[in-house]
C-alpha cells in the first residue's frame, strides 16, 4: 500500500540555520499539507498546496516559511532561519482529488538548539 | 471561531469495559469530521469519518449537530486500542484539519 514518507527522521539543527524537510506524497495525490506539533501542544496546520502554489497558509506560515514541489515528486518545507520555537514535529500529509481524508508521513522531528 | 475541544488528555479503562472520548467542535458552516489515531511509533491514520458512518475495530461515533459533539465510542475496549486519538475537523474550502488536542486512551489488562 502507498505511503507519504517523509526525511529526515530526526534533524538537529543550530538557531539561525536554513532546514529543508523533504516528503513525498503518494503519487496520485493533488494535494498536500503541512502540519507540525510542538510537543505537549495541538497538531497546527501550516500551509496547503495545490497545482504548485499555495492554496492557503495559516499565521505560523511567515515569511521564514516556503513550500516547493521541485521535481513532481517531492514536497519540501523551507524554514529559513531557524528559532528555537521552531522546534516540532513536522507532519506531511496528502490527498487525492476524491475526498477529504489525508495521509500522513511519519513526521520529521525538527530540534533546534 | 472553528475549534475541536477534547477534554481530556487521558483516559484509563480496563480491558472489556466500555470507552468514550469526547470531542466538541465550533465550525460556522456544516462541518467534517474525523477520528485520527496514533498507536506507538506509528504514523497518524485515519480512524472514523463521520460522513462513512461504519464502524472500525469496533469504533463508532456519531455527528450530533445539537450539540456540536462527535465522540468515539467502544463498548468493550481492548489492549490494542491503547493509542492517541484525535478528533480533527475539515474546513470544506481546502480540507484543511483543525485539530483537538489528543486524548491519550491506556486499556489496562
Known amino acids: 500500500e502507498p505511503e507519504v514518507t517523509q526525511t529526515p527522521s530526526h534533524q538537529v539543527t543550530q538557531m539561525g540555520q536554513e532546514v529543508i524537510l523533504r516528503c513525498v506524497p503518494i503519487s496520485n495525490h493533488l494535494y498536500f499539507y503541512w502540519y507540525r506539533q510542538i510537543l505537549g501542544q495541538k497538531v497546527e496546520f501550516l500551509v496547503s498546496f495545490y497545482n504548485n502554489e499555495i492554496s492557503e497558509k495559516s499565521e505560523i506560515f511567515d515569511d521564514q516559511f516556503s513550500v516547493e514541489r521541485p521535481d513532481g515528486s517531492n514536497f519540501t518545507l523551507k524554514i529559513r532561519s531557524t528559532k528555537l520555537e521552531d522546534s516540532a514535529m513536522y507532519f506531511c500529509a496528502s490527498r487525492d482529488s476524491g475526498g477529504a481524508e489525508q495521509f500522513f508521513g511519519p513526521g520529521t522531528r525538527l530540534t533546534v538548539l | 471561531a472553528q475549534r475541536v475541544t477534547q477534554p481530556e488528555k487521558l483516559l484509563s479503562v480496563f480491558k472489556g469495559a466500555p470507552v468514550e472520548l469526547k470531542c466538541n467542535y465550533s465550525y460556522s458552516g456544516s462541518p467534517e469530521l474525523f477520528w485520527y489515531v496514533q498507536y506507538s511509533r506509528q504514523r497518524l491514520q485515519l480512524l472514523l469519518r463521520?460522513?462513512?458512518?461504519?464502524s472500525i475495530k469496533g469504533f463508532t461515533a456519531d455527528l450530533n449537530k445539537g450539540e456540536t459533539s462527535f465522540h468515539l465510542k467502544k463498548p468493550f475496549a481492548q489492549e490494542e486500542d491503547s493509542a492517541m486519538y484525535y478528533c480533527?475537523?475539515?474546513?470544506?474550502?481546502?480540507?484543511?484539519?483543525?485539530w483537538g488536542a489528543g486524548t491519550k486512551l491506556i486499556i489496562k489488562p
Open positions: 463521520h460522513i462513512s458512518r461504519e
Open positions: 480533527a475537523l475539515s474546513r470544506v474550502s481546502n480540507y484543511q484539519l483543525i
